[in-house]
């Protein structure tokens, strides 16, 4: 079992920043590629970004390209999502989730999952 607390969400103006956190445990964090992923209110959970186990790979969303940065601290056992120029359509609960092997788009090959943080962009 890997368990995941995010944190880091909350209110901001469109053009503006957050950075999300999210803490796992339980397991050895190195063995998991890790990925970002959020839902907005009456839409379908969607890929933002993921990031395998040694953190030289990565992948985003062509919504989120050039804005937002994934990246990993193993040694703190925590992954990061850097959002910058924010938008109000990137208003939802974003999730952090783990899995063994590769770093992929698709969030049924996800293992774990954390709670989730809400992040509301005004604009």
């Known amino acids: 079992q890997v368990q995941m607390v995010e944190s880091g969400g909350g209110l901001v103006q469109a053009g503006g920043s957050l950075r999300l956190s999210c803490v796992a445990s339980?397991?050895?964090?190195?063995?998991?590629?890790m990925g970002w992923f959020r839902q907005a209110p009456g839409k379908e959970r969607e890929f933002v970004a993921a990031i395998n186990w040694s953190g030289g790979t990565t992948y985003y969303a062509d919504s989120v390209k050039g804005r937002f940065t994934i990246s990993r601290d193993n040694a703190k056992n925590t992954v990061y999502l850097q959002m910058n120029s924010l938008k109000p359509e990137d208003t939802a609960v974003y999730y952090c989730?783990?899995?063994?092997?590769?770093?992929?788009?698709?969030?049924?090959?996800?293992?774990?999952w954390g709670q989730g943080t809400q992040v509301t962009v005004s604009s």
């Open positions: 339980g397991r050895t964090f190195s063995n998991y590629a």
């Open positions: 989730a783990a899995k063994r092997g590769v770093a992929t788009m698709l969030d049924t090959l996800y293992d774990y």
